[in-house]
Structures are given as structure tokens and as C-alpha cells.
T-cell receptor, first 111, second 117 residues
């Protein structure tokens, strides 16, 4: 089992819809969870982080964390074509000082 | 968010030469630096992790004598690709993290596209 798993996609959603990106992790000691967006040919940029169970909202983005189920998700409301990118989930266990990345989910927002 | 500057953004070199890539954290102290490489349409692959003032920890299969990492200060880490060959052509990305006690996040440099001819 991979440490951080994401569906590679592509996930296609129409413009204006909600895009739901999911990520599961195997290390129960994980404490911090991050979502990055990577456009083709560019390096990843941090868009959201979450530490506590529940939801965290930032503009059109909502991160959801369920530690019991070892599940973290990212919702993008009112999806725009400019949101089309690969979204990487990352998990950090401060004891190991290592960030484990998923392989990413490619999102396509159709105009 | 925090700013990480990586230089150069693009380099073309001849086979057999060495290339140095610099990564600087501009507005925070990076206690840990990660170096990744990424092939086209593939996921990030962690090469090594370095903490300031100590030797880097390399991932399995990554040659430490070929990919020299120096993390001499809390704001600067360098990756030197020695005796580069065409198969080393890739997108190299540094990633700096800070304040791990509170899970402060990891921030990427802009990446360096290396082409070895």
C-alpha cells in the first residue's frame, strides 16, 4: 500500500461545478496535511493546509480532514478552466520531518 | 506564502560537465530542504533530504556521489549534478520547510529544467 494515495484521473468537471479531490494516507501518526496545485511545466504551489478534523474553507477551496478514516479531501467550488491542473496531496509526520506526496490527480475543468 | 527562489530556471549543458542548482528561502529559515526530480507527466520523486549543517539523506537508488547536496546555511541549499549525462535531463525542484513543530508547510522553488546534450 502506498503511503499517500490519490486517483490519477483525469477528473473532468464542467465549469461552475464542484470538483472533489480525494486522498488517503496510511500513517496514523500523520499530523499535517497539505494540498498543492501544479500546472504543467511548473513547480507545485501550496494552496491549502489542514491540521484538525473537520472542514477548513479558503475562498472557493475547502479542505476536509477525517483522521479516523485517514482521509483528506479538497473541494473546489465554482470550478474555472484556470483550475485545470494536477493537485497533489501531501502528508507530514513531524516526527519524521518528511513530506510524503501522492502522485497527484489531474483535474480538467471544461468550459 | 513563503518564498523560495531557485536558480537557474533553465540550463543546457554538455555531457560530462557539472551543473550547480541553488535554492534559497528568502523570508524564512529552512530547517529542512528536499530535492525532487520530475520527468514529463510523472509524479515528483524525492531524491534527498538535508538538514542545515548535516549530511543529506539520500533516497534509495539515488547516487550521492553524483548528486551532491550542500545545506550550509538555513537559507541556502545547493544541488550539484556531477558529470551530467543525457539521462539526467529532468525538472529538478527544491522544497524548503520550516517550523516543523507546528507543521508549517513546505514551499517549492520554481524548478530547474536541466537538459544535457
Amino acid at each position: 500500500q502506498k503511503e499517500v494515495e490519490q486517483n490519477s484521473g483525469p477528473l473532468s468537471v464542467p465549469e461552475g461545478a464542484i470538483a472533489s479531490l480525494n486522498c488517503t494516507y496510511s500513517d496514523r501518526g500523520s499530523q499535517s496535511f497539505f494540498w498543492y496545485r501544479q500546472y504543467s511545466g511548473k513547480s507545485p504551489e501550496l494552496i491549502m493546509f489542514i491540521y484538525s478534523n473537520g472542514d477548513k474553507e479558503d475562498g472557493r477551496f475547502t479542505a476536509q480532514l477525517n483522521k479516523a478514516s485517514q482521509y483528506v479531501s479538497l473541494l473546489i467550488r465554482d470550478s474555472q478552466p484556470s483550475d485545470s491542473a494536477t493537485y497533489l496531496c501531501a502528508v507530514n509526520n513531524t516526527g519524521t520531518y518528511k513530506y510524503i506526496f501522492g502522485t497527484g490527480t489531474r483535474l480538467k475543468v471544461l468550459a | 506564502g513563503a518564498v523560495v527562489s531557485q536558480h537557474p530556471s533553465r540550463v543546457i549543458c554538455k555531457s560530462g560537465t557539472s551543473v550547480k542548482i541553488e535554492c534559497r528561502s528568502l523570508d524564512f529559515q529552512a530547517t529542512t530542504m528536499f530535492w525532487y526530480r520530475q520527468f514529463p507527466k510523472k509524479s515528483l520523486m524525492l531524491m534527498a533530504t538535508s538538514n542545515e549543517g548535516s549530511k543529506a539523506t539520500y533516497e534509495q537508488g539515488v547516487e550521492k556521489d553524483k548528486f551532491l547536496i550542500n545545506h550550509a546555511s538555513l537559507t541556502l541549499s545547493t544541488l550539484t549534478v556531477t558529470s551530467a549525462h543525457p539521462e539526467d535531463s529532468s525538472f529538478y525542484i527544491c522544497c524548503a520547510s520550516a517550523n516543523l513543530g507546528t507543521g508549517g508547510g513546505a514551499f517549492f522553488g520554481q524548478g530547474t529544467r536541466l537538459t544535457v546534450v
